[in-house]
């Protein structure tokens, strides 16, 4: 079988964790063709891409220093998982590596305090420095575990768009790029250890795939690969029906369907990257996620088909403004939809849910809290006729709020689950601001004041979700 397998930020956040790592790869490369992505370590005490960002920032507001405090953190983070899992003579030549990074990154902040200005392009050449370490130490500590392993930069392999921060992948470059690097390692029976949530553009400028990005990376080479599998190894026992961070008594779900998954990711449950379904759904290929701390447990499968589940889990994004548009003239008034999202597009505002009431007084949508101003300023401009001559009265935020969303395809046809979820706020005392029903009807989402935002989430999933096994 050939697998493609990430482990994230926490699987790798310690020296016992790596071990657990090595002790996985292992355990599948014996019998299998294995591809290990992984992202930079995030230990209790020390997330290294948050880290790396703030250095960033720090040094664009003046702090020609911003990189000196953390460099030895970073160094001393990395290498004591190497004192721990890396031979001596592995170790002599990746502390050099290391700290040749560190120091690059040194003299960027340098730059970047002179400049007094962090563009996009150089905050990405910050922030997925972490991977690039990482990879290096953990196939290191493989081939010290005696397992062949090789550390390679997705930038060789992953091509991208120049949306510094949130690029794309360009096909068909990375499947060309990234098979003809992987394959000749996987054939001669060595595991490529890939840097996540990194690329580079056809000039060869690195850019990065948005945050949480490695699980893109993962499925991009998952698919690129034809890989019979795409495993993600996190902190839990696979996709829950809630955040167990939020819900303690979340259970796992067996099995989703592609679509189930991709909504919900899309609101909010980040387990798993919003565009890491993508790539997988046209090949078919099955996603399994799995607990690199509780590897025995079988986690969640997702394929086509999931297993049509009435209501499977409860989602929450937060940090979001509900704008309102309403007047007594905007009953019939003829394209004023088109002109009211006309303006969110030119505010470059991502819209999450739109909520339309019945009488068309009013239509009020949730975009992230911070487009909301831009936002509201389109808005006034572009109804400033409507304004003067009162159709519209009100351009209105509230904030901050969250989209509770109840995800699973089975709810499609099935009368009452809307009456359930209302019931359970109204009992739990959760006031609704705004409803929405997708029309493909696997998903109901409200938006409720973040101050709710785990109280109606957890009330919801008290409805609906048993403990000791199934659905209701
Ligand atoms: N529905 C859900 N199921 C599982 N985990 C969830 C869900 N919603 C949110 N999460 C959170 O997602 C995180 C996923 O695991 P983690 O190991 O942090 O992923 P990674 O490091 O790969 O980004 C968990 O910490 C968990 O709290
Ligand atoms: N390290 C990157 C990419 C990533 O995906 O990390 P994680 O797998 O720990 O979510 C980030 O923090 O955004």
Not at 303 to 323: C, H, M, N, P, Y
């Amino acid at each position: 079988m050939r697998l493609v397998m990430k482990f994230g930020g926490t699987s790798v956040g310690s020296a016992d964790a790596i071990r657990r790592v090595t002790e996985i790869v292992g355990g599948y490369a014996r019998d299998h063709e294995v591809v290990v992505v992984v992202s930079a370590m995030n230990a209790p005490d020390l997330r290294t891409t948050d880290t790396l960002i703030a250095a960033a920032k720090a040094a664009a507001a003046g702090d020609g220093n911003a990189t000196a405090q953390v460099t030895p953190r970073l160094l001393d983070l990395h290498m004591r998982v190497a004192n721990e899992l890396v031979t001596p003579e592995e170790r002599a030549a990746l502390e050099p590596e290391i700290r040749a990074m560190l120091d690059y990154m040194s003299d960027l902040s340098r730059s970047i305090a002179v400049l007094g200005e962090l563009t996009p392009r150089a905050l990405d050449l910050f922030s997925g420095l972490g991977e690039r370490i990482n990879a290096r130490l953990i196939a290191a500590a493989l081939r010290s575990a005696g397992i062949d392993a090789e550390a390679i930069d997705a930038t060789e392999l992953i091509v991208t768009d120049d949306r510094y921060g949130n690029a794309s992948p360009i096909e068909p470059d990375t499947r060309e790029r990234s098979r003809a690097r992987l394959l000749p390692l996987l054939a001669a029976k060595r595991v490529p250890v890939v840097t996540g949530f990194i690329g580079a553009t056809r000039a060869g400028v690195p850019t990065t795939l948005g945050r949480g990005g490695s699980d893109y990376t993962c499925a991009i080479l998952g698919a690129d690969l034809d890989a019979d599998e795409v495993w993600f190894w996190k902190e839990v026992d696979g996709v829950l029906s809630a955040n167990p961070k939020v819900v303690p008594e979340a259970r796992t779900l067996p099995r989703l369907s592609y679509a189930e998954m991709g909504e919900m990711a899309y609101y909010g449950a980040n387990v798993l990257h919003p565009k890491t379904v993508q790539p997988l759904v046209h090949r078919r290929i099955p996603i399994r996620i799995r607990n690199t701390f509780n590897p025995s447990h079988p986690g969640t499968l997702i394929d086509a088909e999931g297993d049509g589940e009435s209501v499977r889990a409860i989602t929450a994004i937060k940090g979001l403004s509900l704008i309102t548009v309403g007047g007594p003239g905007m009953l019939g008034l003829t394209g004023v939809a088109a002109r009211i999202f006309g303006a969110v597009a030119r505010a470059g505002a991502n819209v999450l849910l739109i909520s339309q009431a019945s009488s068309e007084q009013s239509v009020c949508f949730a975009v992230p809290g911070d487009e909301a101003a831009k936002v509201v300023n389109e808005l006034r401009c572009e109804l400033d006729r409507e304004f003067a001559a009162h159709d519209v009265e009100h351009i209105g935020t509230i904030a901050p709020v969250v989209i509770v969303a109840v995800v699973g395809s089975g709810m499609r046809g099935t009368p009452g689950i809307a009456g359930r979820v209302f019931g359970a706020l109204g009992a739990a005392g959760v006031n609704v601001i705004a409803i929405a029903q997708g029309s493909t009807e696997n998903n109901i989402s409200l938006v409720v004041s973040e101050a709710d935002a785990d109280k109606a989430v957890r009330a919801v999933h008290g409805a609906f979700v048993t403990t000791n096994g199934g659905n209701e």
